[in-house]
């Protein structure tokens, strides 16, 4: 029974990043068509800002319940961040522990106006 519960977590969370990932991809679409330079206007560094907090929120969500999500319903034992996104790797649901570090660090960097 706690197995069934897990895996509907582990879905619900899957959905939710799935719709995460909508939202991204429509910031990213309407910010991909802004002049990269030094000044922006106050609509365009609203719309990078909203892409970032959406950024931000996929990152979560990937990290923070998807992948500990799964660890739940494969029953291992929670550790620390490091420890799930190992696991995620030894499973190949990423290729390399560096690309989670990238996304955090990119989720770290805010746009500057």
């Known amino acids: 029974m706690k197995k069934n519960k897990n895996t ?18 429509r910031s990213y679409n309407i910010c991909g068509s802004l002049e990269n330079n030094d000044s922006f ?3 365009e560094f609203d719309s990078l800002e909203a892409m970032s907090s959406r950024f931000s929120r996929v990152t979560d969500i990937l990290i923070q319940k998807v992948f500990r999500s799964i660890d739940h319903v494969e029953m291992e034992e929670q ?3 490091i420890d799930v996104v190992n696991r995620a790797e030894k499973r ?4 390399s522990v560096e690309e989670i570090r990238e996304m955090k660090d990119l989720r770290n960097e805010r746009p500057k106006k």
């Open 79 to 81: 550790g620390s961040i």
């Open 92 to 95: 190949g649901i990423i290729h």
């Open 41 to 43: 206007t106050d609509e």
């Open 8 to 25: 509907l977590l582990l879905q619900d969370n899957i959905n939710a990043l799935i719709d995460s990932v909508k939202w991204l991809k």
